[in-house]
């Protein structure tokens, strides 16, 4: 799956899609006994038609440093581990006790499909995965692995993702500052996005500092892009569009890129972001084609 000019990006894209998907089942298979019904909520939450958008960027930013190879090995365990904390993240961010949705991609969420407790334990269950997931590729030394761990506790943890979320829940009927939103966006949404990049460059084994520092700043870019686009989306996408509910932001009032900046500036925003992002890259050559169609893709996206 080397990342030519002759393969599209769209077939790029779906066979990352279908090669993380492949490792997922792999790594959580159906299961029978008493932890029947916990795997079957874990398979659901993951296996419900998500675009795989941090999974792609990793098996991107591993293709900008080397070819991608066939065989299944410590890109997948990235890919995986990555999806598998996506996963997790939405399974708690839909419950009640959050921002209490009842739809994910068009269907029922987990506590909807299942039970409060059952879908609080699948997240559990997916976040821990995770983590052992990224201690177990023999072809990484322990460096490296250990490194992957960090990076992605980082990102999910009280600093990162978590953190993002808790500021989302105490924003609810308050003014932000643009600062302010971009600080907690770049934690909720971006820190697990820059993740997928830095990861599956890091799971190269080649990637060098300098490598490191432009690809976090096309992250940071392409991060916050794609917050704003999902801002954007829940004005103007219909609710079939989007698979959740149309317009959930402002009914719970929520501050959002186009309730502080209006719908055009909020669009140009982006834009401006998805360019930026494309900057950074100027030291890769061709081979970081998939990332600079990406950033594109992340802003131009309709769900």
């Excluded at 991107?60 to 996963?87: F, K, N, R, T, Y």
């Excluded at 997928?196 to 084994?205: D, L, N, Q």
């Excluded at 501050?255 to 100027?282: F, I, K, M, N, W």
């Amino acid at each position: 799956m080397t990342a030519t000019v002759e393969v599209t990006f769209e077939v790029f894209s779906r066979q990352c899609r279908q090669r993380v998907d492949s490792a997922l089942e792999h790594l959580l298979p159906a299961v029978a006994g008493p932890q029947a019904r916990l795997y079957e909520a874990m398979r659901y939450s993951v296996f419900n038609g998500g675009k795989r958008i941090r999974p792609v960027l990793a098996y991107a930013a591993a293709g900008a440093l080397a070819p991608l190879p066939a065989a299944v090995g410590p890109i997948d365990s990235v890919a995986c581990a990555l999806e598998c904390i996506h996963a997790y993240s939405l399974i708690h961010d839909d419950l009640p006790a959050m921002d209490d949705d009842d739809l994910r991609r068009g269907k029922p969420t987990s506590h909807i499909a299942f039970d409060e407790a059952t879908a609080i334990l699948a997240g559990d269950a997916l976040q821990a995965l995770a983590f052992e997931t990224l201690c177990e590729p023999a072809a990484l030394s322990a460096d490296i692995r250990l490194g992957l761990v960090q990076r992605l506790a980082r990102a999910a943890g009280g600093a990162g993702m978590v953190a993002g979320q808790a500021v989302d829940l105490e924003s609810v009927d308050r003014h932000l500052s643009l600062e302010q939103l971009q600080h907690m966006h770049n934690r909720k949404t971006g820190a697990l996005i820059e993740a997928g990049v830095i990861m599956g460059a890091m799971a190269t084994g080649v990637a060098t500092r300098d490598q490191l520092t432009a690809l976090e700043a096309y992250a940071r870019a392409v991060g916050l892009a794609f917050q704003i686009q999902d801002d954007i989306l829940d004005v103007v996408a219909d609710t079939a569009t989007l698979g959740k509910r149309q317009g959930a932001d402002q009914a719970l009032n929520k501050p959002t890129y186009v309730s502080l900046l209006g719908l055009e500036e909020a669009r140009r925003r982006a834009a401006t972001l998805s360019e930026q992002a494309c900057d950074s890259l100027c030291g890769f050559d061709e081979q970081a084609q998939r990332l600079r169609e990406l950033a594109r893709y992340i802003v131009k996206r309709s769900s």
